[in-house]
């Protein structure tokens, strides 16, 4: 459109140009018309009489006009009024312009006649465009049924580009919004199955409580649904800590920390469960590295990694620590000699309510959340874990963090 606009401008321009340069060609025509007339009216008089030619001349020169009304009588006494006179040449020079410019302002108007019309014709089919794209969202549909030449042609190539970015934004948000949905969907089905356990498990032991005849069996079904409403407990704060960290409630605040802090820390927190099993936690000598982490999401995050392998691990046996610093990362690897994870599940063990589907598995308490947070804690802040494992010999778990 701005070509279009250009285009009028410069046409413009050059008609005004044409109209002065006609006008200036019929002046001098004019002008020439009229110093032919008085040449040739001197050359009569001068012919006849001689003695009136220097008069003559300063009848020319005189700007008082002096004789002018005496020459107006004369040329009306042979009947010669104004229009058969010199004025004459300028009143043909004068309808002549007003002819040209008359013309091009035809022109003109013409052509700015064609330019709103066109400009009014690309608004209505943008106006369309835009009516059907609307329409095509409100049905869903975000694979728009204009093509490429119908967006040029109602627009320029900047409005083109604008209704595909349109329709590229629109696709993905509506794919993130059903991703989200789907999500949404499975969370609450999972929920749903966590609680049911232990709810159930609940349920039973007051049944039984209710129809204990002895102290003893009192005091048993109730220590039953206490470790049930324990379960209940960690896998509701399991759960908050996921929404939490989902939808960006918790914020990780990284600052200075040493690693040999944090690998104490998640031992710590695991020190007693595998002292239950006689399960020793080694760590190889490393030097101490600083880095910058949200220390307690961190040390969540590897204690998780630690409790799943006491979890799976036989009694009497050890679960292995090495760091080592690389470039830009350092690496952390916890090995220990369990129960291992089937080759098709080591891609799905940090999903989130993922469980395997061997028995030892089923035998152990837990909720499938524990290494969906490690995984979540440590992607947040750069990270990365891994998983080598062979069936019945053991998982190696890879922590990387950058430095």
Same mark, same amino acid.
């Given at each position: 459109?701005?070509?279009?606009?250009?285009?009028?401008?410069?046409?413009?321009?050059?008609?005004?140009?044409?109209?002065?340069?006609?006008?200036?060609?019929?002046?001098?025509?004019?002008?020439?018309?009229?110093?032919?007339?008085?040449?040739?009216?001197?050359?009569?008089?001068?012919?006849?009489?001689?003695?009136?030619?220097?008069?003559?001349?300063?009848?020319?020169?005189?700007?008082?006009?002096?004789?002018?009304?005496?020459?107006?009588?004369?040329?009306?006494?042979?009947?010669?009024?104004?229009?058969?006179?010199?004025?004459?040449?300028?009143?043909?020079?004068?309808?002549?312009?007003?002819?040209?410019?008359?013309?091009?302002?035809?022109?003109?108007?013409?052509?700015?006649?064609?330019?709103?019309?066109?400009?009014?014709?690309?608004?209505?089919?943008?106006?369309?465009?835009?009516?059907?794209?609307?329409?095509?969202?409100?049905?869903?549909?975000?694979?728009?049924?204009?093509?490429?030449?119908?967006?040029?042609?109602?627009?320029?190539?900047?409005?083109?580009?604008?209704?595909?970015?349109?329709?590229?934004?629109?696709?993905?948000?509506?794919?993130?919004?059903?991703?989200?949905?789907?999500?949404?969907?499975?969370?609450?089905?999972?929920?749903?199955?966590?609680?049911?356990?232990?709810?159930?498990?609940?349920?039973?032991?007051?049944?039984?409580?209710?129809?204990?005849?002895?102290?003893? *069996?009192? /005091? #048993? &079904?109730?220590?039953?649904?206490?470790?049930?409403?324990? +379960?209940?407990?960690?896998? %509701?704060?399991?759960? !908050?800590?996921?929404?939490?960290?989902?939808?960006?409630?918790?914020?990780?605040?990284?600052?200075?920390?040493?690693?040999?802090?944090?690998?104490?820390?998640?031992?710590?927190?695991?020190?007693?469960?595998?002292?239950?099993?006689?399960?020793?936690? *080694?760590? /190889? #000598? &490393?030097?101490?590295?600083?880095?910058?982490?949200?220390? +307690?999401?961190?040390?969540? %995050?590897?204690?998780? !990694?630690?409790?799943?392998?006491?979890?799976?691990?036989?009694?009497?046996?050890?679960?292995?620590?090495?760091?080592?610093?690389?470039?830009?990362?350092?690496?952390?690897?916890?090995?220990?000699?369990?129960?291992?994870?089937?080759?098709?599940?080591?891609?799905?063990?940090?999903?989130?309510?993922?469980?395997?589907?061997?028995?030892?598995?089923?035998?152990?308490?837990?909720?499938?959340?524990?290494?969906?947070?490690?995984?979540?804690?440590?992607?947040?802040?750069?990270?990365?874990?891994?998983?080598?494992?062979?069936?019945?010999?053991?998982?190696?778990?890879?922590?990387?963090?950058?430095?």
């Amino acid at each position: 459109m701005k070509k279009i606009l250009l285009i009028f401008i410069a046409a413009a321009l050059a008609l005004s140009v044409a109209a002065g340069a006609v006008s200036g060609i019929l002046t001098e025509r004019a002008k020439s018309a009229e110093e032919s007339r008085i040449a040739n009216i001197m050359g009569a008089v001068s012919e006849s009489y001689p003695e009136a030619e220097n008069t003559f001349i300063e009848a020319m020169a005189d700007e008082n006009r002096i004789y002018e009304k005496q020459g107006r009588a004369v040329l009306a006494s042979y009947g010669y009024d104004g229009e058969d006179t010199d004025g004459s040449d300028y009143d043909r020079a004068f309808l002549s312009w007003i002819g040209v410019s008359a013309a091009m302002f035809t022109v003109m108007l013409a052509f700015g006649a064609a330019i709103y019309f066109l400009m009014k014709r690309k608004q209505e089919q943008k106006n369309q465009l835009l009516i059907s794209v609307l329409e095509d969202c409100l049905s869903e549909n975000f694979q728009f049924t204009a093509d490429d030449d119908e967006l040029r042609e109602a627009g320029d190539i900047r409005f083109a580009e604008s209704i595909r970015q349109l329709e590229e934004t629109l696709r993905l948000k509506t794919v993130k919004y059903n991703e989200e949905h789907d999500n949404t969907k499975t969370l609450v089905t999972d929920i749903s199955h966590q609680l049911k356990t232990p709810i159930s498990a609940m349920k039973v032991c007051f049944d039984m409580y209710l129809g204990a005849e002895t102290a003893e *069996e009192k /005091e #048993e &079904f109730l220590t039953r649904s206490m470790i049930q409403m324990d +379960k209940l407990e960690s896998l %509701a704060a399991s759960l !908050i800590n996921i929404s939490r960290l989902e939808n960006n409630v918790i914020t990780l605040r990284p600052e200075e920390v040493y690693l040999t802090d944090m690998l104490i820390g998640a031992v710590n927190t695991e020190y007693h469960k595998a002292a239950k099993k006689d399960i020793d936690i *080694e760590t /190889e #000598e &490393f030097e101490d590295i600083r880095l910058m982490l949200d220390k +307690k999401w961190t040390v969540e %995050a590897i204690a998780n !990694i630690i409790d799943n392998a006491v979890k799976y691990s036989p009694e009497h046996s050890r679960i292995n620590i090495r760091v080592n610093k690389l470039f830009s990362f350092v690496r952390i690897e916890i090995e220990d000699f369990g129960i291992g994870i089937p080759k098709e599940e080591r891609n799905k063990i940090f999903a989130r309510f993922f469980r395997g589907s061997s028995d030892a598995v089923k035998e152990q308490e837990g909720s499938g959340v524990g290494l969906y947070l490690t995984r979540k804690i440590l992607e947040d802040q750069g990270g990365t874990v891994s998983v080598k494992s062979k069936q019945e010999a053991g998982s190696v778990f890879t922590v990387q963090l950058p430095l």
